[in-house]
Protein backbone atom coordinates (compact mmCIF):
# COMPACT_ATOMS: atom_id res chain seq x y z
CA UNK A 1 0.00 0.00 0.00
CA UNK A 2 1.34 3.15 -1.13
CA UNK A 3 1.07 6.69 1.24
CA UNK A 4 -0.12 10.11 -0.42
CA UNK A 5 3.10 10.71 -2.31
CA UNK A 6 2.67 7.18 -4.11
CA UNK A 7 5.87 6.02 -2.27
CA UNK A 8 6.34 4.36 1.39
CA UNK A 9 5.97 7.55 3.75
CA UNK A 10 4.59 9.43 2.11
CA UNK A 11 1.19 9.51 3.65
CA UNK A 12 3.55 10.37 6.88
CA UNK A 13 4.62 13.66 5.40
CA UNK A 14 1.44 14.76 4.31
CA UNK A 15 -0.17 14.80 7.79
CA UNK A 16 3.10 16.19 9.28
CA UNK A 17 3.02 18.92 6.44
CA UNK A 18 -0.93 19.36 7.17
CA UNK A 19 -0.55 19.67 10.55
CA UNK A 20 2.33 22.21 10.60
CA UNK A 21 0.45 24.30 7.60
CA UNK A 22 -2.35 24.30 9.86
CA UNK A 23 -0.63 25.56 12.70
CA UNK A 24 1.51 27.79 10.94
CA UNK A 25 -1.26 29.60 9.11
CA UNK A 26 -3.19 29.58 12.14
CA UNK A 27 -0.93 31.73 14.68
CA UNK A 28 -0.29 33.77 11.82
CA UNK A 29 -4.00 34.74 11.41
CA UNK A 30 -4.58 34.67 14.92
CA UNK A 31 -1.88 37.75 15.14
CA UNK A 32 -3.45 39.71 12.70
CA UNK A 33 -5.69 42.64 14.16
CA UNK A 34 -8.90 43.90 12.31
CA UNK A 35 -10.01 47.22 13.05
CA UNK A 36 -13.09 48.98 11.20
CA UNK A 37 -13.55 52.76 10.92
CA UNK A 38 -17.36 52.11 10.23
CA UNK A 39 -20.25 54.44 12.01
CA UNK A 40 -22.69 57.07 10.95
CA UNK A 41 -20.62 59.37 11.30
CA UNK A 42 -17.78 58.12 8.93
CA UNK A 43 -16.89 58.48 6.10
CA UNK A 44 -17.55 55.85 3.28
CA UNK A 45 -17.31 56.81 -0.01
CA UNK A 46 -16.38 59.98 -1.53
CA UNK A 47 -17.85 61.54 -4.27
CA UNK A 48 -15.90 64.71 -5.85
CA UNK A 49 -15.05 66.44 -2.52
CA UNK A 50 -18.20 65.47 -0.57
CA UNK A 51 -17.93 62.48 1.24
CA UNK A 52 -20.85 60.41 1.88
CA UNK A 53 -21.58 58.69 5.47
CA UNK A 54 -23.18 55.86 6.73
CA UNK A 55 -26.03 57.68 8.16
CA UNK A 56 -26.56 59.01 4.67
CA UNK A 57 -27.23 56.07 3.33
CA UNK A 58 -29.50 55.02 5.61
CA UNK A 59 -32.26 57.86 4.03
CA UNK A 60 -32.72 56.13 0.84
CA UNK A 61 -32.38 52.62 2.57
CA UNK A 62 -35.51 54.31 4.74
CA UNK A 63 -37.30 55.16 1.81
CA UNK A 64 -36.71 52.40 -0.22
CA UNK A 65 -38.67 50.61 2.79
CA UNK A 66 -41.26 52.69 3.21
CA UNK A 67 -42.10 52.72 -0.75
CA UNK A 68 -42.21 48.70 -0.35
CA UNK A 69 -44.40 48.35 2.56
CA UNK A 70 -46.68 51.03 0.95
CA UNK A 71 -46.85 48.89 -3.01
CA UNK A 72 -44.55 45.35 -3.04
CA UNK A 73 -44.42 45.94 -6.76
CA UNK A 74 -42.92 49.45 -6.93
CA UNK A 75 -39.33 48.59 -8.26
CA UNK A 76 -37.99 51.93 -7.34
CA UNK A 77 -38.40 51.00 -3.90
CA UNK A 78 -36.44 47.92 -4.25
CA UNK A 79 -33.88 49.96 -6.23
CA UNK A 80 -33.58 52.28 -3.27
CA UNK A 81 -33.49 49.61 -0.35
CA UNK A 82 -31.67 47.00 -2.43
CA UNK A 83 -28.84 49.85 -3.76
CA UNK A 84 -28.74 51.53 -0.02
CA UNK A 85 -27.89 48.12 1.18
CA UNK A 86 -25.30 46.89 -0.84
CA UNK A 87 -23.63 50.13 -0.45
CA UNK A 88 -23.85 49.71 3.43
CA UNK A 89 -22.21 46.46 3.11
CA UNK A 90 -19.53 47.62 0.85
CA UNK A 91 -19.12 50.27 2.70
CA UNK A 92 -18.34 48.18 5.81
CA UNK A 93 -16.11 45.67 4.14
CA UNK A 94 -13.87 49.01 2.44
CA UNK A 95 -13.78 50.36 6.22
CA UNK A 96 -11.56 47.34 7.72
CA UNK A 97 -8.08 47.42 7.95
CA UNK A 98 -6.04 44.52 9.12
CA UNK A 99 -2.32 44.81 10.52
CA UNK A 100 -0.08 42.34 12.56
CA UNK A 101 0.43 42.54 16.27
CA UNK A 102 3.57 43.34 17.70
CA UNK A 103 5.49 40.67 17.34
CA UNK A 104 9.23 39.87 17.81
CA UNK A 105 11.39 38.65 14.58
CA UNK A 106 11.88 35.36 15.99
CA UNK A 107 8.19 34.65 16.55
CA UNK A 108 7.17 36.10 12.91
CA UNK A 109 9.91 33.84 11.23
CA UNK A 110 8.90 30.60 13.19
CA UNK A 111 5.47 31.16 12.29
CA UNK A 112 6.32 31.67 8.78
CA UNK A 113 8.66 28.79 8.89
CA UNK A 114 5.55 26.84 9.89
CA UNK A 115 3.38 27.54 7.94
CA UNK A 116 5.54 27.78 4.73
CA UNK A 117 7.65 24.84 6.01
CA UNK A 118 4.08 22.94 6.29
CA UNK A 119 3.10 23.97 3.18
CA UNK A 120 6.09 22.52 1.24
CA UNK A 121 6.06 19.06 2.93
CA UNK A 122 2.19 19.11 2.18
CA UNK A 123 2.47 19.77 -1.47
CA UNK A 124 5.95 17.47 -1.71
CA UNK A 125 3.92 14.35 -0.33
CA UNK A 126 1.16 15.46 -3.25
CA UNK A 127 3.58 15.43 -6.28
CA UNK A 128 4.79 11.86 -5.79
CA UNK A 129 1.86 10.86 -6.59
CA UNK A 130 0.83 12.95 -9.53
CA UNK A 131 3.99 11.95 -10.94
CA UNK A 132 3.52 7.89 -10.70
CA UNK A 133 -0.10 9.23 -12.58
CA UNK A 134 1.61 10.53 -15.10
CA UNK A 135 3.82 7.52 -15.79
CA UNK A 136 0.81 5.14 -15.85
CA UNK A 137 -1.02 7.40 -17.95
CA UNK A 138 1.79 7.40 -20.69
CA UNK A 139 2.40 3.95 -20.40
CA UNK A 140 -1.51 3.08 -21.01
CA UNK A 141 -1.81 5.25 -23.99
CA UNK A 142 1.75 3.33 -26.02
Same mark, same amino acid.
Given at each position: ??????????????? @? *??? !??? $?? /??????? #??? +????????????????????????????????????????? @? *??? !??? $?? /??????? #??? +????????????????????????????????????????????????
Amino acid at each position: MKGAGGTNGGAGQFF @L *GLV !LMC $GG /FYLLLNS #VVV +SSTFGMGARLFGIGGYGVTGGMILIPLVIGIVMIFYNARNV @L *GWL !LAV $GA /FGAMVFG #VIA +SVSMNLRTMSAFELLCILALAFGGLGLFLRSLRGQAAQEDTEARRVRS
